[in-house]
């Protein structure tokens, strides 16, 4: 770990700690799926000037959002931005392992290495936007294509496509309603669906606010 991510990892160390203390892993929230047993630390990777990283705050800002109206005290934690790089080749490979269903994968180094719970790589490469769980269940790493690549060029997809795949890093699946945010495989949902002149985030299905609920309950603490 070089000099830049011990800073980093002792500013997300002070950050948490002010969201109260946490446990070292996710745990299971049944069904396959993971809920945070603790306020996940998110750390945005890009360049300084990439437009995304104002519509990956407003991502992060609408699930908190969606947790205020529930009712539960869960919260994607305080949010640090890092311009490491990180190889398009590893991002394609997860991509791949994602969309090939083959469940948590063996993260690549560079990535474990990197301080937080929740990365989030804002990525230029060509590859399916994906959420990826390391095999210990410690990190998720939310892959995302580039936006100067059909369809995220088009208006409102890219805000939308973070948001969708956080959703799966907070434990959520695909469902096959193309007019909400988590529709996906194998239904015939894409991210050009997403598309609107007017910039918004596509609703929640109540069967996923309920799942919501039982993953992260009105009496949610972290350990």
Known sequence: MNR???????????????????????????????AWSKVPTVVFVAPET???????????????????????PFRLGPIVHITDIVSIDDLQTLSARVVGRRGPTALPVSIQNMPGD??????????IS?????LSGAKVVV??????IYPL????VVRNVIAHELGHAIGLRHND???????????????????????????????????????????????
């Open 153 to 156: 060029t088009l208006p409102n």
């Open 118 to 127: 929740l990365i989030v790589v804002l990525s230029e490469g060509d590859f």
């Open 4 to 34: 830049r991510h011990v800073f980093f990892f002792l500013l997300l160390l002070l950050l948490s700690a002010c969201a109260g203390p946490h446990s070292d892993s996710p745990v299971s929230g049944g069904g396959g799926d993971k």
């Open 143 to 148: 892959g995302i294509r580039s936006h100067r």
């Open 130 to 134: 994906f959420a990826a769980r390391s």
């Open 177 to 223: 309603d193309p007019t909400t945010l988590m529709c996906g495989r194998p239904a015939p949902c894409r991210p050009a669906d997403f598309q609107s002149q007017t910039e918004r985030f596509f609703p929640l299905t109540k069967a996923e606010k309920e799942r919501l609920m039982t993953m992260y309950p009105t009496n949610w603490q972290s350990h």
């Open 50 to 72: 990439d437009p995304r990283l104002q519509v990956a705050r407003a991502a992060v800002d609408f699930w908190n959002r969606t947790f205020v109206e529930l009712g539960t």
